[in-house]
């Protein structure tokens, strides 16, 4: 079989953080953490952290990068509107394991008006959270619950007072199958022991509101335009809609068929999937991490096994597929509905 057009198997991609965490992504991918500043996974990421070269970017087992194989063959990995995407290697989405040991900290992602305009960028950082394991208590912060004045709320961040920004947020406790939006422009932070499956536009832009809980600095935390200009990016809005970001489902009974996990404004920016025997799925891009064994089944006849902790990036070339096994269990990332279409599209969540 030509290998551009069967899944391939992901190596492992720890990446090194400012902030604690990371030993239950290797227990489920069952590999070594080298430290305890390894918090997230990057899962067939075919973009790097910003400004650190080629760190982020995943390997397949074989040890090719997965953006030289997509930038080589666009057309087989992304579909027949491959030149309506960023770049030859974007394939609309980074998908992470991120597994909190200590609190987040406040922070914003940028929307697309405001990355196009500033950062040269089509894409924002409109994101969200599946929750794998959360201890009792932990809870999510996202989202002013009431509006904050901007000069106010400059001077708390120059003075980092934590506990006046998280006092003005929404909280609500976080629970295993919990899945949560969380739109551009929008503060959050995530509590320590909050283990997630995050799948986000394809960027690394973040403006840290809080730094001094982390390893960060000040200069580290205005995305290199200053505050003056990077806090346009954040919106001072009171957000009362909370609810509407926030889908609860099942993780633990058996999988069957295929269900969706978000809510559904986050159809324009990426789906997420559980997907159990008799899954099916239309060709395209996907990024698929088992949770359980299952099989893999193509358009063309093909089967490509996935143990629990595999990682496979799916390329539109395997077509049509869908899943099989008596304990299959997957859980299926890619981008938005119509995407690369509505790369274009103003922010909508």
């Not at 090719?64 to 509107?81: H, S």
């Not at 922070?107 to 960028?121: I, K, T």
């Not at 159990?276 to 996907?286: L, M, T, V, Y």
Request: with cysteine; aromatic share 6%.
């Amino acid at each position: 079989m030509d290998p551009q057009l069967h899944p391939r198997r992901m190596a492992p991609n720890l990446i090194d953080h400012f902030y604690r965490g990371g030993d239950r992504i290797a227990s489920l991918r069952g590999i070594e953490q080298s430290n305890p500043f390894q918090p997230e996974e990057w899962l067939a990421a075919t973009v790097p952290r910003a400004g650190e070269g080629e760190t982020g970017l995943a390997s397949t087992t074989d040890g090719e990068l997965l953006r030289d194989l997509v930038a080589a063959d666009p057309e087989a990995w992304i579909g027949g509107d491959h030149s309506l995407s960023a770049r030859p290697s974007d394939t609309g989405v980074l998908v992470k394991l991120l597994d909190a040991r200590q609190r987040l900290p406040v922070h914003v992602h940028p929307g697309r008006e405001f990355a196009l305009s500033h950062l040269d960028c089509p894409y924002g950082k409109t994101e969200s959270w599946l929750v794998l394991d959360a201890e009792p208590g932990s809870a999510f912060h996202l989202g002013w619950s009431e509006a904050v004045d901007p000069d106010e709320l400059d001077r708390r961040r120059d003075a980092q007072d934590s506990e006046w920004m998280l006092s003005r947020m929404n909280r609500f406790e976080a629970h295993r199958g919990m899945g949560v939006l969380v739109p551009a422009g929008t503060v959050h932070a995530i509590d320590s022991g909050i283990f997630v499956a995050e799948v986000q536009e394809p960027t690394d832009f973040s403006l840290l509101l809080e730094w001094s809980i982390t390893t960060s600095t000040r200069e580290e935390s205005h995305l290199d335009l200053g505050f003056d200009t990077a806090m346009g990016a954040v919106s001072t809005s009171a957000l009362t809609d909370v609810d509407a970001l926030v889908r609860s489902n099942d993780l633990d009974s058996p999988a069957s068929g295929s269900a969706r996990l978000l809510p559904p404004a986050a159809d324009a920016y990426f789906r997420l999937d559980r997907a159990g025997s008799g899954a099916e799925f239309d060709a395209g891009f996907a990024v698929v991490l088992a949770v359980a064994d299952t099989e893999l089944h193509g358009a063309r006849g093909e089967s490509v096994s996935a143990a629990r902790g595999d990682v496979l990036a799916v390329p539109a070339a395997f077509g049509p597929w869908r899943a099989s096994g008596a304990e299959a269990n997957l859980i299926v990332h890619r981008p938005g509905s119509g995407w690369p279409q509505t790369l274009g599209d103003s922010d909508v969540a």
